[in-house]
């Protein structure tokens, strides 16, 4: 069976530092992948998503990039945080082909 | 893709079915109607969809009416770990790299 892992589970960041959050998918073969982030008491918000290697699709202009550097592997980066990337932040896949996404367990980022 | 309406909140015993409706008064022929749970903290969990049949899995029911302009998600046995709040969405089955659009959703309670 298919599993999706994200870490690390909570961190808190200082404003101006370097973020790398991680997710991994186990179980399928070139699944698309999203990033979301969900503020407090807010809906999700899409910020990049993924076909293929190397092939990233960013929603909204922002400070945060997105890699995928494996199959399985998608990599959500800042180089500067903002206090306003504080959030809930999820990693999702799909197979293609269908729609239904599936979450990860999710980071939780406080920028302080 | 259409929008949904649902209550903001409702309660239900332990053991006792679930019964959360969702409004998609303008649903098109080509869209699904899909449900999330989330619950605190925690990813999105997909829990089931459906087209105009009525659906079962191991985790719940969905009923769509002939017009299919509501639904209802059952559990038919809720308990304390089904306390979450629930997502219905409509969207077409394209397959397509497309968001997911959360809105509000139904807070379920599950109470003793």
């Known amino acids: 069976s298919q599993t999706i892992h994200q870490w690390p589970a909570t961190l808190v960041q200082p404003v101006g530092s370097p973020l790398s959050l991680e997710c991994t998918v186990e179980g399928t073969s070139n699944p698309n992948l999203y990033w979301y982030r969900q503020a407090a008491g807010r809906g999700l918000q899409l910020l990049f998503y993924s076909v293929g290697i190397g092939q990233i699709s960013s929603e909204v202009p922002q400070n945060l990039s997105a890699s995928r550097p494996q199959d399985r592997q998608f990599i959500l980066s800042s180089k500067k945080l903002l206090l306003s990337d504080s959030g809930f932040y999820l990693c999702?896949?799909?197979?293609?082909?269908?729609?239904?996404?599936?979450f990860g367990p999710g980071t939780r980022l406080t920028v302080l | 893709d259409a929008k949904t309406t649902q209550p903001p909140s409702m309660d239900c015993a332990e053991g006792r079915a679930a019964n959360l409706p969702c409004n998609h008064s303008t649903i098109s022929g080509n869209e699904y109607v899909y449900w999330y749970r989330q619950i605190h903290s925690q990813g999105p969990q997909y829990i089931i969809h459906g087209l105009k049949n009525n659906e079962t899995n191991e985790m719940a029911s969905l009923i769509i009416t002939e017009d299919r302009k509501s639904s209802t998600l059952i559990l038919p046995h809720a308990t304390l770990r089904d306390t979450a709040v629930y997502y219905c969405?409509?969207?077409?089955?394209?397959?397509?790299?497309?968001?997911?659009?959360f809105g509000t959703g139904t807070r379920l309670q599950v109470t003793l």
């Open positions: 969405i409509v969207r077409p089955n394209t397959g397509t790299a497309s968001k997911l659009t």
């Open positions: 999702a896949w799909r197979l293609q082909g269908t729609d239904t996404q599936y």
